[in-house]
């Protein structure tokens, strides 16, 4: 749920970048405030990096090696390790922590973690609402995209949460 989570974030980020405002633009086109496409961008790329790194733990806690880490990233199997590894253990610690740690200064991404740790179902719950939300209706994704295939069985929780 985590790289799910990292996946919603980085579209969100990614989003938020399209739009172009007339209030952003000079007349003759160029931008009113420099930087700020940089910024949107920079926005972007640190999300990006997010959920490769959840996409990497993922990986990891799914049993791949670090040389089939390496391999999809076109990173050697050391780089791979030193780079990932950290939020492999980032991650392990949390999970056996009470308290959820996240490198996010204070804020929703914190609160979002937090949430997640303490109450998966209703994360998952979350992020069916997003995905169904952004659903461009070429695929039919189901009533439950994530927590359908995350909690499915006796500890499925019951019933969908109104948004």
Known sequence: ????????????????????????????????????????????????RRFVAAAAVFERLGGAGWHLVGDALGLPTRTAREHFAPAEAGFRAELRSTEPRSAEPPGRADWWRSHLVREPHEAALDLDDWVLRHADGETDLGPAPVSGALFAGPHRPGGRRAT
């Open 1 to 48: 749920m985590v790289m799910a989570y990292e996946a919603c974030r980085l579209a969100e980020s990614a989003r938020a970048a399209v739009p172009v405002g007339a209030h952003e633009l000079n007349p003759d086109g160029t931008a009113r405030a420099l930087g700020a496409a940089l910024a949107d961008a920079a926005r972007v790329l640190a999300a990006a």
